[in-house]
C-alpha cells in the first residue's frame, strides 16, 4: 500500500524559515518524479514545485522561486521543501504527491498526481 | 498564463447525472484529469488523461474532453459524491495547471 506523510508544519513568522518532509513507503521512490502542491485555507489547488527523480531537473512556481528549494533522497525515500523567507500569503496545507506521466518514444503528454499525503499545515503569520 | 476554469457550484438530487465542465483554450488538444476531495481529506485522482479511471473508482465517474472544454460526469450521484471536484493538466509550456474547484452538493 502505497503512503505518503508530510510533517514539519508549523507556525512561523514573516521571514521565518521551516523545512517539510515527507517520507514515502509502497512503491520504488527513486523511479518516480515527486511534486509539492499546496491548498491555501478555503482555496483551490496550487503546484509549488517538481523534482525529477534522479534530482536533477527542478522546476518552481514563480510565487516561490527563490525562497523555496526542494531536494530529495532516495536512499531514505524522502522528498523535502526547504521554505525561506516565508510570506503570510504561503499559509497553507502542503501535500506531496507522486508524479505519474504517460511517455512514448521520449515525449510525454499527460501528467497527473497519484496519490497524495495527507499534508501539513503551515501557517506565516506575525 | 494558462488556465482552467471551472463552475464554483452545482447541486445535484441523489441518483441524477451530474457534469463539472473544466474550460480552457484549446483543451481539447491536452490531457485533463480530475481530482476529487471531501472536506478535511486530501485530494484523490478520480479519471486521467480525460477518460481512464484508475482501480477502485467506481464506474459513475467518467470523463470527456473535446475542444476548449473537459467534462467529468457523474451518473446516479449518490450523497458519497458530495466534495470539491478539480481539474488538472499539464504541457511543457505551461506545466502543470489546476482549475479553481467546484464543490459538488447532493441534495
Known amino acids: 500500500q502505497m503512503q505518503l506523510v508530510e510533517s514539519g508544519g508549523g507556525l512561523v513568522k514573516p521571514g521565518g524559515s521551516l523545512r517539510l518532509s515527507c517520507a514515502t513507503s509502497g512503491f520504488t521512490f527513486s523511479d518516480y518524479y515527486m511534486n509539492w502542491i499546496r491548498q491555501a485555507p478555503g482555496k483551490g489547488l496550487e503546484w509549488v514545485s517538481y523534482i525529477s527523480h534522479r534530482g536533477n531537473t527542478i522546476f518552481y512556481a514563480d510565487s516561490v522561486k527563490g525562497r523555496f528549494t526542494i531536494s530529495r533522497d532516495n536512499a531514505k525515500g524522502s522528498l523535502y521543501l526547504q521554505m525561506n523567507s516565508l510570506r503570510v500569503e504561503d499559509t497553507a496545507v502542503y501535500y506531496c504527491?507522486?508524479?505519474?506521466?504517460?511517455?512514448?518514444?521520449?515525449?510525454?503528454?499527460?501528467?497527473?498526481?497519484?496519490?497524495w499525503g495527507q499534508g501539513t499545515l503551515v501557517t506565516v503569520s506575525s | 498564463s494558462y488556465e482552467l476554469t471551472q463552475p464554483p457550484s452545482l447541486s445535484v438530487s441523489p441518483g441524477q447525472t451530474t457534469s463539472i465542465t473544466c474550460s480552457g483554450d484549446?483543451?481539447?488538444?491536452?490531457?485533463a484529469s480530475w481530482y476529487q476531495q471531501k472536506p478535511g481529506q486530501s485530494p484523490v485522482m478520480v479519471i486521467f488523461?480525460?477518460?481512464k479511471r484508475p482501480s477502485g473508482v467506481p464506474e459513475r465517474f467518467s470523463g470527456s474532453n473535446s475542444g476548449n472544454t473537459a467534462t467529468l460526469t457523474i451518473s446516479g450521484t449518490q450523497a458519497m459524491d458530495e466534495a470539491d471536484y478539480y481539474c488538472?493538466?499539464?504541457?511543457?509550456?505551461?506545466?502543470?495547471?489546476f482549475g479553481g474547484g467546484t464543490k459538488v452538493t447532493v441534495l
Open positions: 484549446k483543451l481539447g488538444e491536452k490531457y
Open positions: 488538472q493538466t499539464w504541457d511543457n509550456n505551461t506545466f502543470y495547471v
Open positions: 504527491a507522486r508524479q505519474k506521466m504517460y511517455c512514448r518514444s521520449g515525449s510525454c503528454d499527460s501528467v497527473w498526481f497519484d496519490p
Open positions: 488523461r480525460d477518460t
